[in-house]
């Protein structure tokens, strides 16, 4: 009798180890915030609008909602806004600081910049993103586990 059960166990082990069946823990990899990467400045989505533009920036080159997605900052990278959507600076602001970009109603949405891509403000933003994601991460797995 024990032999057989040995020999049960022995093959629900080798049965299960060999599944295809493989779980994956993934946490969302989705952005934190809306943002557009112009000219190597971070700039994130404010609440505010406006009504007029001035001279057109740039325009949105590659975008992506996936945050694995790697940015070249010789490129114009937005997580939100689609390729092809048109920057610009706002009167009487310095576009190191504002830039618009119109949207569905046909007014101007405002961007605040959030410093250059790859300084010490940014850097800490993206720790916080990463901490944050590894804090779901596992409790997700802790989860599973009890």
């Given at each position: 009798?024990?032999?057989?059960?040995?020999?049960?166990?022995v093959?629900?082990?080798?049965?299960?180890?060999?599944?295809?069946s493989?779980?994956?823990?993934?946490?969302?990899?989705?952005?934190?915030?809306?943002?557009?990467?112009?000219?190597?400045?971070?700039?994130?989505q404010t609440?505010?609008?406006?009504?007029?533009?001035?001279?057109?920036?740039?325009?949105?080159?590659?975008?992506?909602?996936d945050?694995?997605?790697?940015?070249?900052?010789?490129q114009?990278?937005?997580?939100?806004?689609p390729?092809?959507?048109?920057?610009?600076?706002?009167?009487?602001?310095?576009?190191?600081?504002?830039?618009?970009?119109?949207?569905?109603?046909?007014?101007?949405?405002?961007?605040?910049?959030?410093g250059?891509?790859?300084?010490?403000?940014?850097?800490?933003?993206?720790?916080?993103?990463?901490?944050?994601?590894?804090?779901?991460?596992?409790?997700?797995?802790?989860?599973?586990?009890?």
């Amino acid at each position: 009798m024990k032999s057989f059960i040995l020999s049960l166990c022995v093959l629900l082990t080798i049965i299960t180890g060999c599944s295809n069946s493989s779980e994956q823990f993934d946490s969302s990899t989705s952005w934190a915030y809306y943002f557009v990467l112009l000219n190597d400045t971070i700039y994130i989505q404010t609440s505010e609008q406006v009504e007029n533009v001035n001279q057109q920036l740039g325009t949105i080159q590659k975008s992506s909602n996936d945050e694995r997605t790697q940015m070249n900052t010789n490129q114009t990278f937005s997580n939100y806004l689609p390729k092809g959507t048109k920057l610009y600076s706002i009167p009487g602001k310095n576009h190191d600081e504002y830039i618009a970009v119109r949207n569905k109603d046909g007014n101007y949405d405002v961007l605040k910049s959030q410093g250059k891509y790859g300084s010490s403000s940014s850097n800490l933003i993206s720790a916080t993103i990463i901490n944050l994601k590894e804090s779901i991460l596992i409790s997700k797995k802790r989860r599973l586990i009890t």
